[in-house]
């Protein structure tokens, strides 16, 4: 099949995010399956307006904003009669492919931005779309779509569709041979450091492990624009000498550390799945997770991690504490992780989203 794909950013935009890796890796496996696949995005500064990477064509429009209204000129010049199927990668702000495009178009929604329409976009905009997001989304209760889980599901259900499939996502990490633990109690986020992301709350939660752990370190890996305000709160809670910000890391440093470190904290609003949950269970680190959409299904209580009432940063600490006086508890919860993490694999994922692109076409 010819597979266009529209997403928002691609792999190599400094803005990148999960639902960025999702997509390039369900592309990449589409094209080692024989598909012939190209994306449809936003430019960068830098960016190169044609490329191909990993066997996938990119073709960049328009900037962050302008790559929504110049998607119909994207469509004329490109797409029109030349491919078999348009993916369209909802997450937030849709390209509304349905009411310019005669090719079959499927929305693939990794999830309800609701909150997050306030991290990152301005006021105005942010308000705009947290407003009307359902509205948004009601042009596609008609078709099949296809979510990364099964909270995405059920809220899309809600919203009146009727054929919701899941792709769910995978870790694409090499872990490290003969993975060792740090001898020191070491947590890590990894991550966007962005308001929705709620890495303040990691922060406050390690501040309570350190009373009772006095050698316990936090690494946070990521950028964004909450870092300063981040690194100063590390400073005014006095564990600037525990907390060590890496910024942002390569795919083999990811692995390094995931491996190294004992759990990992992730205090997100919301997420569509939770790929790094999946990345850090490769490594054998298990998840203390909220319990909000998208985390409650990529975490399972037991086997690869924790979840804790959302919000509530002193049950994060107290679950990180227990764990780590009971390393019993923590190695099975390391054992789980791994063998939960080989159940999703990017290759399952590929087959099973060009089986829903294939029934579709016939």
């Given at each position: 099949?010819?597979?266009?794909?529209?997403n928002?950013?691609?792999?190599?935009?400094?803005?990148?995010?999960?639902?960025?890796?999702?997509?390039?890796?369900?592309?990449?496996?589409l094209a080692v399956l024989g598909h012939s696949v190209t994306l449809f995005t936003s430019s960068f500064p830098g960016s190169a307006p044609h490329e191909y990477v990993d066997g996938i064509e990119h073709v960049r429009y328009g900037g962050r904003f302008l790559i929504y209204p110049k998607s119909v000129l994207c469509y004329r010049r490109h797409i029109a009669g030349k491919y078999d199927a348009i993916v369209e990668s909802i997450n937030g702000m849709p390209f509304f492919t349905p009411l310019?495009?005669?090719?079959?178009?499927?929305?693939?929604?990794?999830?309800?931005?609701?909150?997050n329409w306030y991290s990152g976009l301005p006021l105005p905009l942010a308000f705009a779309g947290y407003h009307l997001e359902d509205v948004f989304l009601s042009a596609y209760r008609k078709r099949t779509a296809i979510a990364v889980s099964d909270s995405t599901k059920s809220e899309l259900e809600a919203l009146g569709f009727c054929d919701v499939r899941i792709v769910h996502g995978a870790a694409s990490l090499s872990p490290p041979k003969g993975i060792t633990k740090e001898d020191r109690p070491t947590l890590i986020?990894?991550?966007?450091?962005?308001?929705?992301?709620?890495?303040?709350?990691?922060?406050?939660?390690?501040?309570?492990?350190?009373?009772?752990?006095?050698?316990?370190?936090?690494?946070?890996?990521?950028?964004?624009?909450?870092?300063?305000?981040?690194r100063k709160l590390a400073a005014t809670l006095g564990m600037s000498e525990n907390t060590v910000f890496f910024g942002r890391v390569d795919e083999e440093k990811k692995a390094e550390l995931?491996?190294?470190?004992?759990?990992?904290?992730?205090?997100?609003?919301?997420?569509?799945?939770?790929?790094?949950?999946?990345?850090?269970?490769?490594?054998?680190?298990?998840?203390?997770?909220?319990d909000v959409p998208g985390l409650r299904d990529s975490i399972r209580p037991g086997m690869n991690g924790c979840l804790v009432p959302a919000g509530d940063y002193n049950a994060m600490?107290?679950?990180?504490?227990?764990?780590?006086?009971?390393?019993?508890?923590?190695?099975?919860?390391?054992?789980?992780a791994v063998t939960s993490s080989k159940q999703f694999t990017w290759e399952k994922s590929a087959l099973r989203l060009a089986g829903i692109l294939e029934e579709r076409s016939d």
């Open positions: 099949m010819r597979i266009a794909f529209f928002w950013r691609d792999m190599k935009n400094p803005r990148a995010g999960g639902a960025e890796l999702y997509v390039h890796q369900i592309m990449k496996h310019f495009a005669r090719e079959k178009s499927v929305p693939l929604v990794h999830q309800l931005t609701r909150e986020y990894l991550g966007r450091l962005t308001k929705s992301k709620r890495v303040d709350h990691a922060l406050l939660a390690f501040s309570s492990i350190l009373k009772t752990s006095p050698s316990a370190r936090l690494w946070i890996a990521g950028t964004g624009p909450e870092e300063a305000s981040l995931f491996s190294r470190a004992h759990m990992m904290l992730f205090p997100a609003v919301r997420e569509g799945w939770g790929l790094t949950v999946n990345e850090a269970n490769s490594c054998a680190t298990p998840v203390i997770g909220y600490a107290e679950c990180a504490l227990g764990l780590l006086s009971d390393q019993r508890s923590l190695r099975n919860l390391a054992s789980g």
